[in-house]
C-alpha cells in the first residue's frame, strides 16, 4: 500500500523523492530497494502513467510497464511472404507483428515507420543511412525503445553499426525470422514479443533479439554478436541474457554495453575497406590490394590465421599489405594466451566481433 502511494505521488509531481519516502512511512535509504522490488523499477525510471491497484500488493501484482515502441520495418525475410516458391518482401506483412502482439495481450503501444523495404543482402550504404537516421530520430523523440525488424543475412552487420553510430539513450533492439510470419514455424512473432519486454527493462544501448536453438529468446549486445551458419547468433561473451514468460534473465557475465559512443549521422562509410572471411587453402598472394587502406579479417574461432604454405601463409599477406600501406586488422581475437606464431603476425587484434570491428574501419575508427 505505501509502495502504491509513492507511485501515486511520483506520478502527481511537486514533490522530491525525500518528501514521498516519508510520505509513505518509508526510510529513504531502502527506497529505491522497496520501490524496486514492488513496481520492478527503480523511481526515477518509474513509466509515465504507471499505477498500482488493489491494497495487498505484491511484485507479480504490479502492472507491466505500458511502453511506447518506435518499429522500424526494413524488410527481410521477417517482411517478406512466400508466393509460388518465391520469397518476396512485402508490405502487408509488416504489420503483422503489431497485431499479433496486441491480439495476444500484449501491453504496449507502437509508431511504425518503414524507410527501406529490401533483402538484406542486398543492403546499401544509402539504406543503411536511412536505417540509422530512422532508429537516431526515435531515439531523440521521446520513445521508450525502438526495434529494427531486418533480414538475418545481414542482421548482426546492421546492429553492429548503429551501436556505433547511435548514441543509444533508450534500448534499440534488431528482430529477424528465419521464415516469414505466414509459415507455422516462425521465430518472428516470438522474436519480437521478447524485444518488446526487454524495452520494458530499459536497458540502454543497441542490442539483438533472436531465438535460440533451444527455443529460448535470448538478447544479445549488437556490439558482440555474430551470426551463425544457420542463421542464429552467438556473443563473444555469451549472450546478454534472455527472456522467459515476459520476463528478461540477465546474464552477470556479460557486462552492460559502453554508452560513450560518438554519433555518426550523416553516415558517411569508407569505401577502401575490404573484408576477408579465409577458409583452408585460401591463396592470399590473389588478393587483390588496389584501391584499399584497411583490410578487416575474421580469423577461426581460436583466433588464429593459416601461417605456412607459399600462397596461404597469412603473414605473407600482411608483409604485402604493410608495403602497400594496408592496416590489417583480425577479429575477434580473445584475449589472453595466444598460440604459436600469433604474436607476430603482423596484424592489429581485436577482442570483438568481426562485424564490430568491420563497422569500426568503415567508419574510420581504427
Request: glycine residues 8%; contains cysteine.
Given at each position: 500500500v505505501r509502495v502504491a502511494k509513492a507511485v501515486r505521488l511520483l506520478g502527481d509531481g511537486g514533490m522530491g523523492m525525500g518528501e514521498v519516502a516519508k510520505e509513505c512511512g518509508l526510510e529513504l535509504r531502502n527506497f529505491n530497494r522497496t520501490f524496486k522490488s514492488i513496481t520492478g523499477y527503480v523511481p526515477k525510471r518509474l513509466p509515465r502513467g504507471y499505477a498500482i491497484y488493489g491494497e495487498d500488493i505484491s511484485p507479480k501484482e504490479a502492472q507491466p510497464r505500458s511502453v511506447v515502441i518506435k518499429v522500424v520495418h526494413t524488410g527481410g525475410t521477417i517482411g517478406s511472404a512466400a508466393e509460388d516458391g518465391i520469397i518476396r518482401t512485402n508490405g502487408g506483412a509488416k504489420g503483422r507483428l503489431t497485431e499479433y502482439y496486441l491480439e495476444n495481450g500484449g501491453g504496449a503501444r507502437f509508431a511504425e515507420y518503414s524507410p527501406v523495404d529490401m533483402l538484406s543482402e542486398n543492403v546499401t550504404e544509402k539504406d543503411l543511412a536511412k536505417i540509422a537516421t530512422s532508429v537516431t530520430e526515435g531515439i531523440r523523440d521521446g520513445y521508450d525503445g525502438v526495434i529494427v525488424t531486418h533480414g538475418s543475412d545481414t542482421l548482426t552487420y546492421t546492429a553492429a553499426l548503429l551501436a556505433e553510430v547511435c548514441a543509444a539513450k533508450i534500448p534499440v533492439v534488431l528482430v529477424a525470422a528465419l521464415r516469414p510470419l505466414s509459415h507455422p514455424d516462425t521465430d518472428g512473432f516470438a522474436n519480437f514479443a521478447a524485444a518488446v519486454?526487454?524495452?520494458?527493462?530499459?536497458?540502454?544501448?543497441?542490442?539483438?533479439?533472436?531465438?535460440?536453438?533451444?527455443?529460448?529468446?535470448?538478447?544479445?549486445?549488437?556490439?558482440?554478436?555474430?551470426?551463425?551458419?544457420?542463421?542464429?547468433?552467438?556473443?563473444?561473451?555469451?549472450?546478454?541474457?534472455?527472456?522467459?514468460?515476459?520476463?528478461?534473465?540477465?546474464?552477470?557475465?556479460?557486462?552492460?554495453?559502453?554508452?560513450?559512443?560518438?554519433?555518426?549521422?550523416?553516415?558517411?562509410?569508407?569505401?577502401?575497406?575490404?573484408?576477408?572471411?579465409?577458409?583452408?587453402?585460401?591463396?592470399?598472394?590473389?588478393?587483390?590490394?588496389?584501391?584499399?587502406?584497411?583490410?578487416?579479417?575474421?580469423?577461426?574461432?581460436?583466433?588464429?590465421?593459416?601461417?605456412?604454405g607459399e600462397g596461404t601463409d597469412f603473414r605473407k599477406f600482411a608483409d604485402r599489405c604493410k608495403a602497400g600501406c594496408v592496416r590489417v586488422i583480425l577479429a575477434p581475437v580473445p584475449s589472453g594466451d595466444m598460440y604459436e606464431g600469433m604474436d607476430d603476425i603482423g596484424a592489429a587484434t581485436l577482442d570483438c566481433s568481426f562485424e564490430t570491428a568491420l563497422a569500426r574501419a568503415l567508419l574510420g575508427r581504427v
Open positions: 519486454d526487454f524495452i520494458r527493462e530499459g536497458i540502454r544501448g543497441v542490442f539483438i533479439s533472436c531465438r535460440s536453438a533451444l527455443g529460448e529468446c535470448e538478447i544479445h549486445r549488437a556490439d558482440l554478436a555474430t551470426v551463425t551458419q544457420n542463421g542464429g547468433v552467438e556473443s563473444t561473451l555469451g549472450r546478454f541474457g534472455y527472456v522467459s514468460e515476459g520476463k528478461f534473465r540477465r546474464n552477470p557475465a556479460c557486462p552492460l554495453p559502453s554508452l560513450h559512443k560518438t554519433p555518426a549521422l550523416p553516415l558517411r562509410l569508407r569505401s577502401d575497406v575490404l573484408a576477408l572471411t579465409p577458409a583452408p587453402l585460401t591463396d592470399f598472394s590473389r588478393v587483390a590490394l588496389d584501391g584499399y587502406r584497411t583490410a578487416v579479417v575474421r580469423p577461426y574461432h581460436s583466433g588464429t590465421v593459416c601461417k605456412s
